[in-house]
């Protein structure tokens, strides 16, 4: 029997073939960078699943698996060759594969002269990317998948980077869009990104079919593809498998003894060496003295039982929400800063409910917002003036040091 070992950036994927090239076991998993142990471990349960099978073929693919592979003797067999062994064999007449990992992307033309597109440098538009922008939108990969298949209006978001698509986002998240809509604007964006990055104007047509992690689980993402490309693309079963297939029928000779493989893989640590840059601080000590040094710039809170007229500013930025609400003599009577998980609205209801509780002789003589949300707070709670952030930032700034020269702002 023969055993195929994908070792991908994000996940491990490994099949047994039998005599016939069937498969007789697999597994996929998630590997959090820690492959070695990973690897090992499926080798090991292999062992135990096939006892009459001690020694098998084993080849290793995958964008991690070289290093791999070469330090312990296993034979290595590039994936973008393995891809096409395996939908030779088992989809022929195939014209194209499309396939999205963890943090790469591929496009096979098998037909008209074989070429191979690959974006292996960047994780825009890859798996990750798809985890980042479901992580913003404070929800798993499967329930923006629901989400999608309920959209009305599709957006352009930019998914070449993860901090471009994340500018695009969070403004329509703090202006009131919905998630089902943006949830099917990153699998557009996604599709496009192949497209116009990988395929850069060579027609996608006839006989496609869609392999790779994201296009196996989200069914809206094919969606996209079938629906951008007008065509009806094929998401085979085992689709998740076939670099580990093809790495594993690939020919060989060899075979080894899967626990002292396992064993050997236990063993292996990386060799490489990589430069550092010097810590931000060289002691203890000196990153007390910081601490302490900046400690000391702080505003006041004054108790604000007795206030009787206020006013409130609310800032409502790209990934929180700062409120605050000052006396006539500008004393911060109280204040809240949150994260705004892509809705601020409830944050900021939450916050004036609270103040009303807790002040309710207090008479709020005037309110301002500002920031990527000021438009929606604004119209959502009355709010009486809008204001451009940077007069925000130099009128507080000018308030605490009037000679200031200079504003750094980083958001989120």
């Known amino acids: 029997m023969k055993i195929g070992l994908d070792v991908g950036s994000t996940t491990l994927k490994c099949v047994v073939l039998d005599e016939e090239e069937n498969i007789v076991y697999q597994e996929y998993e998630r590997h959090f960078s820690r492959i070695t142990e990973k690897a090992s471990g499926m080798l090991c349960r292999i062992a135990e699943k096939f006892p009459q099978s001690p020694r098998m073929q084993i080849a290793v693919s995958g964008s991690a ?7 312990l003797g296993l034979p290595f067999v590039q994936e973008v060759y393995a891809t096409r062994v395996a939908v030779n064999r088992l989809l022929p007449g195939t014209d194209v594969v499309i396939e999205l990992g963890g943090e790469d992307a591929k496009i ?13 440098s960047c994780a825009g538009g890859t798996g990750a990317f798809i985890d ?36 695009d986002i969070q403004p329509l998240l703090n202006q009131g869009a919905r998630k089902n809509d943006v949830s099917a604007s990153i699998f557009a964006a996604v599709v496009n990104q192949t497209i116009a990055g990988l395929a850069q104007g ?12 994201p296009l196996t689980f989200l069914s809206e993402l094919r969606a996209a593809f079938d629906r951008i490309l007008g ?11 076939y670099v580990a297939m093809g790495s594993a029928m690939t020919p060989g000779s060899q075979t080894f003894d899967l626990l002292e493989a396992a064993d050997r893989i236990t063993q292996y640590t990386a060799k490489e060496n990589y430069k550092s840059c010097e810590p931000l601080f ?22 604000g039982a007795d206030a009787r007229k206020v006013y409130i500013g609310i800032d409502a930025g790209s990934t929180t929400v700062k409120a605050v609400v000052i006396d006539q003599d500008e004393n911060i009577i109280c204040s809240r800063y949150l994260p705004n998980s892509g809705n601020p609205v409830p944050l900021i209801r939450d916050f004036l409910t609270d103040f009303y509780r807790d002040y309710p002789n207090a008479k709020v003589l005037s309110s301002a917002s500002t920031g990527y949300g000021e438009e929606i707070i604004k119209n959502a709670f009355g709010i009486d003036f809008g204001l451009v952030e940077t007069i925000a930032h130099y009128t507080a700034a000018e308030k605490f040091r009037p000679d200031v020269d200079f504003i750094i702002d980083i958001g989120g």
Do not use: W
């Open 132 to 167: 980042q922008m479901a992580t913003l939108l404070n929800i798993t990969p499967d329930q923006m998948n629901e989400m999608a298949k309920d959209y009305e209006k599709i957006y352009t978001i930019a998914s070449r980077c993860g901090v471009f698509a994340k500018s």
């Open 282 to 303: 060289r002691s203890q000590a000196e990153y007390d003295e910081f601490c302490a040094r900046h400690a000391k710039d702080t505003v006041p809170q004054v108790d």
């Open 231 to 241: 065509l009806t693309g094929i998401c085979p079963d085992n689709s998740l498998y």
């Open 202 to 213: 060579r027609v996608i047509e006839g006989k496609v079919v869609y392999l790779g992690g």
């Open 108 to 120: 096979l033309f098998l037909q008209g002269g074989l070429e191979v597109r690959m974006n292996g």
């Open 65 to 71: 698996g070289m290093g791999l592979a070469e330090s």
